[in-house]
């Protein structure tokens, strides 16, 4: 009768160790190197009219618009004009802010949309102004936003969030003013 004992050898064994050690590695690797805001979970405003994604965006329910959470202010810490603005929004797009490169400026309309005067996000930055949008946006940056509406050759609409008025300005002021950049949400 033949005696077929098998002796494994130190060999394999430590190849064996190897292997799991390297896949330890790669997947410790791997979670500690992906971004947070893959592991971030999303957060509702009061009223679960938006959904803050953890990443610098958050998502209107109702208009299914996605807005950036800081307006241009509180992301850059000076005010725009107009044109600054849509440069601001190329640079935002040229990284891929919050993974998407289509964001633009949004219309009057759009603006008006975040307009809620029964809630105080906080003052204007530097003044007394009261601004009355959703909490869950980011706190003390521009009252006054401007929007991709023309209003002639020289002057472009905005919107005011203490009234929630649009105003006509020249596009080259920049006084208290900055963009809030918008994305139409693609389900």
């Given at each position: 009768?033949?005696?077929f ?52 965006s958050?998502?209107d ?18 005010w ?41 996000n ?32 020289y002057?472009?609409?905005?919107v005011?969030?203490n009234t ?17 950049p ?6």
């Amino acid at each position: 009768m033949l005696n077929f004992q098998t002796e494994r050898s130190p060999l394999i064994d430590s190849s064996a160790i190897f292997c799991k050690r390297l896949v330890l590695i790669l997947a410790l690797t791997l979670l500690t190197t992906l971004p947070a805001t893959l592991w971030a979970v999303p957060v509702q405003s009061e009223d679960k009219r938006f959904t803050d994604h953890q990443d610098g965006s958050i998502t209107d329910t109702q208009t299914g618009l996605m807005w950036f959470k800081n307006d241009s202010y509180l992301q850059i810490g000076h005010w725009l004009s107009w044109l600054e603005s849509i440069m601001y929004i190329k640079q935002m797009n040229d990284t891929s802010f919050a993974g998407y490169s289509d964001w633009r400026m949004p219309t009057v309309e759009e603006l008006k949309t975040l307009y809620e005067p029964e809630k105080v996000n906080s003052q204007q930055a530097g003044t007394e102004m009261i601004m009355y949008f959703d909490p869950i946006f980011g706190k003390n940056g521009s009252g006054s936003l401007w929007s991709s509406t023309s209003n002639g050759a020289y002057n472009a609409f905005g919107v005011v969030f203490n009234t929630g008025k649009a105003f006509s300005s020249n596009r080259s002021n920049k006084a208290r003013k900055g963009v809030r950049p918008v994305r139409n949400q693609i389900q």
